[in-house]
Nanobody, 116 residues
Framework: VQLQASGGGLVQAGGSLGLSCAAS????????VGWFRQAPGKDSEGVSC????????YYADSVKGRFTISRDTAKPTVYLQMNSLKPEDTANYYC??????????WGQGTLVTVSS
C-alpha cells in the first residue's frame, strides 16, 4: 500500500510544473486524494483534493485559478498541474489518502522550488 509522488523540480516564477501521485495496493477509486505542501519553517497546508465519486475538487484560495487537480482511475494516478507559479509556492508537496479513521497514507514528498 503506497503512494509515489513525482514531478517536482526548479522552475522560474510564472512557469509550470506537473506533479503525479501513483497509487498501489488499495482500491484507488474508493478514496478521495489530496495534495498538501509544507514550506520550510511553516505549517503544512492543504492545497487541493479530488473526490472519488463525481470528481468534485477543492482548492486552497492561495492556488485557486492556477492549480488543477485530476485523477485517472485506470493508471491509478492523481495529477496536480501547477501554472503561474510563484516563489511562495516553494515547498515539499505530499499526496495523501485517508484510508480510514486515523489511517492516513502519505507519499514521500516531492520538492517544488520557484525562483524569482
Amino acid at each position: 500500500v503506497q503512494l509515489q509522488a513525482s514531478g517536482g523540480g526548479l522552475v522560474q516564477a510564472g512557469g509550470s510544473l506537473g506533479l503525479s501521485c501513483a497509487a498501489s495496493g488499495f482500491t484507488f477509486e474508493d478514496y478521495a486524494v489530496g495534495w498538501f505542501r509544507q514550506a520550510p519553517g511553516k505549517d503544512s497546508e492543504g492545497v487541493s483534493c479530488v473526490s472519488n465519486t463525481f470528481g468534485e475538487t477543492y482548492y486552497a484560495d492561495s492556488v485557486k485559478g492556477r492549480f488543477t487537480i485530476s485523477r485517472d482511475t485506470a493508471k491509478p494516478t492523481v495529477y496536480l498541474q501547477m501554472n503561474s507559479l510563484k516563489p511562495e509556492d516553494t515547498a515539499n508537496y505530499y499526496c495523501n489518502v485517508r484510508l480510514g479513521v486515523g489511517d492516513d497514507l502519505w507519499g514521500q514528498g516531492t520538492l517544488v522550488t520557484v525562483s524569482s
